[in-house]
C-alpha cells in the first residue's frame, strides 16, 4: 500500500493573503499528488475553512477542516520542516521580516520549503510538508472557480445585498491598519460621478463613508455590513472573540460581493501603514513598510470578481449559463494616488500572471 503523503496549508494575514497562500499549496498538492489539509484558524478567519466554503471539482482530495483525528494521523508521519515534527498543531511562531513566520524553539522558517515563494519545480520525500506563511498576490483566482460560499453565509450576503439593485458605480477605501488619502481618491473620481449615479462606498473606517455622503452629488449606497472595532491587522490577525471575528468575515464577504457587482469600480493606491508593533501569539510585526503604488489585497479580490461576475454566480451558487463565462469589460479604475491614473489588469500583466503559471514559479506581489 503506498502511503498517503499530505501538505498542510496554514495561511495567515487577511482574506487574500489567505486565498493566495491557499492557492499557492492547492498547485502544488496537484502537481505531486498530496492530499491538501487546509487549517484556517490562524489567519483572518480565525475558524475551519469548511465553516465558510464548499469546495468543487478537485482532483485531490481536499481536508477543509483539520480534525483531532486527521492531527493524531499525520503527527506519525516524516514531516518537513523537520523542527515540526510531531507538533503540527502545537508549535508557536514568531514573525521575522526577512523569513517569515519561524518556528521560537528552533529559529527554522515553519515552512517546507524555504525559498520566499513556493515553487512547483520539487517534490521531498517526507510524508508530510507544512507551510506556514503570509503573503498576498494576484493567485486566488485559482481556487475561486472551485469555491461556493457556506449555505448559511450566502443567506446572509443576499439578505444584505439585495436592496442595491444593479448599474450602480463603487469604491473601496482601506482605511485602518493601512492609510489612504480617501479625500484625494475622492477628488479624482468625483468626475466621473454624477447626480444620477448610485455609489456604493464600502471601507473599513465609517468615517470614509460619512465623508462620501456629504462630498458626492448622488445617492451613497452602503451594504448592511458592521464596520466594528477589530484588533484585525495584517499579517497579525487574531481575534479573542470568536463571533466578532466570524461577524468580521462575513462582513468582508458582504463588501466582497457587493462591490464585485458593481458596474464601474473605483480604488486607489495605498499612502501608509499604521506603525504599530502588535504583540500576539503570532510575534510582534511592524506594518510600517509600504511600498509606493501598493493595492490593498481585498481591492485586488473586488476588482477581479467585478471582472469576472461569472464567479460570483459560482460563489452564490446560482446557475451560470456557458454565455457569462466570458470576462466582463466593466471599467475598473484604479488610483495612483502619488502619479497618474492607472486601470488595473493590463493586458499586458495578465499575459505576464498565465506565463508565470505556465512556469510553475509564483513570484510575490
Same mark, same amino acid.
Given at each position: 500500500?503506498?502511503?498517503?503523503?499530505?501538505?498542510?496549508?496554514?495561511?495567515?494575514?487577511?482574506?487574500?493573503?489567505?486565498?493566495?497562500?491557499?492557492?499557492?499549496?492547492?498547485?502544488?498538492?496537484?502537481?505531486?499528488?498530496?492530499?491538501?489539509?487546509?487549517?484556517?484558524?490562524?489567519?483572518?478567519?480565525?475558524?475551519?475553512?469548511?465553516?465558510?466554503?464548499?469546495?468543487?471539482?478537485?482532483?485531490?482530495?481536499?481536508?477543509?477542516?483539520?480534525?483531532?483525528?486527521?492531527?493524531?494521523?499525520?503527527?506519525?508521519?516524516?514531516?518537513?520542516?523537520?523542527?515540526?515534527?510531531?507538533?503540527?498543531?502545537?508549535?508557536?511562531?514568531?514573525?521575522?521580516?526577512?523569513?517569515?513566520?519561524?518556528?521560537?524553539?528552533?529559529?527554522?522558517?515553519?515552512?517546507?520549503?524555504?525559498?520566499?515563494?513556493?515553487?512547483?519545480?520539487?517534490?521531498?520525500?517526507?510524508?508530510?510538508?507544512?507551510?506556514?506563511?503570509?503573503? !498576498?498576490?494576484? #493567485?486566488? +483566482?485559482?481556487?475561486?472557480? $472551485? &469555491?461556493?460560499?457556506?449555505?448559511?453565509?450566502?443567506?446572509? @450576503?443576499?439578505?444584505?445585498?439585495?436592496?442595491?439593485?444593479?448599474?450602480?458605480?463603487?469604491?473601496?477605501?482601506?482605511?485602518?491598519?493601512?492609510?489612504?488619502?480617501?479625500?484625494?481618491?475622492?477628488?479624482?473620481?468625483?468626475?466621473?460621478?454624477?447626480?444620477?449615479?448610485?455609489?456604493?462606498?464600502?471601507?473599513?473606517?465609517?468615517?470614509?463613508?460619512?465623508?462620501?455622503?456629504?462630498?458626492?452629488?448622488?445617492?451613497?449606497?452602503?451594504?448592511?455590513?458592521?464596520?466594528?472595532?477589530?484588533?484585525?491587522?495584517?499579517? !497579525?490577525?487574531? #481575534?479573542? +472573540?470568536?463571533?466578532?471575528? $466570524? &461577524?468580521?468575515?462575513?462582513?468582508?464577504?458582504?463588501?466582497? @460581493?457587493?462591490?464585485?457587482?458593481?458596474?464601474?469600480?473605483?480604488?486607489?493606491?495605498?499612502?501608509?501603514?499604521?506603525?504599530?508593533?502588535?504583540?500576539?501569539?503570532?510575534?510582534?510585526?511592524?506594518?510600517?513598510?509600504?511600498?509606493?503604488?501598493?493595492?490593498?489585497?481585498?481591492?485586488?479580490?473586488?476588482?477581479?470578481?467585478?471582472?469576472?461576475?461569472?464567479?460570483?454566480?459560482?460563489?452564490?451558487?446560482?446557475?451560470?449559463?456557458?454565455?457569462?463565462?466570458?470576462?466582463?469589460?466593466?471599467?475598473?479604475?484604479?488610483?495612483?494616488?502619488?502619479?497618474?491614473?492607472?486601470?488595473?489588469?493590463?493586458?499586458?500583466?495578465?499575459?505576464?500572471?498565465?506565463?508565470?503559471?505556465?512556469?510553475?514559479?509564483?513570484?510575490?506581489?
Amino acid at each position: 500500500m503506498i502511503p498517503k503523503k499530505y501538505l498542510l496549508c496554514r495561511p495567515r494575514g487577511g482574506l487574500n493573503d489567505t486565498l493566495t497562500q491557499i492557492s499557492r499549496c492547492w498547485r502544488y498538492a496537484e502537481t505531486f499528488n498530496r492530499e491538501l489539509i487546509i487549517d484556517t484558524t490562524r489567519s483572518s478567519l480565525c475558524a475551519p475553512f469548511s465553516d465558510y466554503f464548499l469546495i468543487h471539482d478537485s482532483p485531490i482530495k481536499i481536508h477543509p477542516l483539520l480534525t483531532s483525528q486527521l492531527l493524531t494521523e499525520i503527527n506519525k508521519l516524516t514531516c518537513r520542516p523537520a523542527c515540526l515534527s510531531g507538533r503540527a498543531s502545537s508549535y508557536q511562531t514568531s514573525y521575522d521580516q526577512q523569513d517569515g513566520f519561524i518556528e521560537v524553539l528552533s529559529g527554522m522558517p515553519a515552512r517546507f520549503d524555504t525559498l520566499k515563494d513556493l515553487t512547483l519545480f520539487r517534490d521531498y520525500p517526507e510524508e508530510l510538508l507544512i507551510y506556514d506563511s503570509c503573503g !498576498g498576490g494576484m #493567485e486566488a +483566482d485559482y481556487i475561486l472557480p $472551485r &469555491l461556493s460560499f457556506a449555505a448559511d453565509i450566502r443567506k446572509i @450576503i443576499d439578505s444584505c445585498t439585495m436592496e442595491l439593485g444593479s448599474g450602480y458605480l463603487a469604491v473601496h477605501v482601506r482605511n485602518t491598519d493601512y492609510k489612504t488619502d480617501y479625500k484625494r481618491l475622492f477628488g479624482k473620481i468625483r468626475a466621473h460621478v454624477r447626480p444620477h449615479h448610485k455609489l456604493l462606498v464600502c471601507s473599513d473606517d465609517s468615517s470614509v463613508i460619512d465623508y462620501a455622503s456629504s462630498f458626492f452629488p448622488c445617492q451613497i449606497l452602503s451594504t448592511k455590513a458592521q464596520i466594528i472595532s477589530t484588533d484585525i491587522v495584517g499579517a !497579525g490577525h487574531t #481575534e479573542s +472573540d470568536p463571533e466578532k471575528a $466570524r &461577524l468580521a468575515c462575513i462582513n468582508s464577504f458582504i463588501d466582497l @460581493i457587493a462591490l464585485g457587482k458593481s458596474s464601474t469600480f473605483f480604488y486607489g493606491t495605498i499612502n501608509s501603514a499604521f506603525n504599530r508593533n502588535k504583540s500576539t501569539e503570532t510575534g510582534k510585526i511592524s506594518f510600517d513598510r509600504v511600498e509606493p503604488g501598493s493595492v490593498s489585497g481585498f481591492s485586488m479580490l473586488a476588482q477581479y470578481l467585478c471582472m469576472n461576475k461569472h464567479l460570483i454566480g459560482r460563489l452564490m451558487s446560482i446557475p451560470i449559463s456557458p454565455s457569462d463565462h466570458s470576462a466582463n469589460s466593466n471599467p475598473i479604475i484604479r488610483i495612483n494616488l502619488a502619479g497618474r491614473r492607472q486601470t488595473s489588469l493590463t493586458k499586458a500583466k495578465r499575459v505576464f500572471i498565465r506565463l508565470r503559471d505556465r512556469l510553475g514559479c509564483f513570484p510575490s506581489a
